[in-house]
């Protein structure tokens, strides 16, 4: 969360901004707690395989971006595991 340059209180909310818009793109039931998970645990995830790549996120708009990406995959493979 450092990295990003915000604050643990607005990673907590732009995580949930995150995880709801993910849990509302791939139409998964999720709670408020669960969306504030996926978007903070999935911008960690984004923000690692990005790294990978070469391609780093900032601020409120990358943290944004990458929250939305990383907790679409954590869907996709909670999906993908419960089948």
Known sequence: MD???IGWIAAIIIGGL???IASSFMKS???IFMN???GIIGAAVA???FGL???SFGGWLGYLIA???GACILIA???AVRR
């Open 18 to 20: 995150a995880g709801w």
């Open 77 to 79: 493979l909670a999906r």
């Open 36 to 38: 504030i998970v996926l």
């Open 3 to 5: 990295d990003a340059g």
């Open 47 to 49: 923000s690692f395989l």
């Open 29 to 31: 039931d999720t709670g």
């Open 67 to 69: 929250g939305f990406i």
């Open 53 to 55: 790549l070469g391609v």
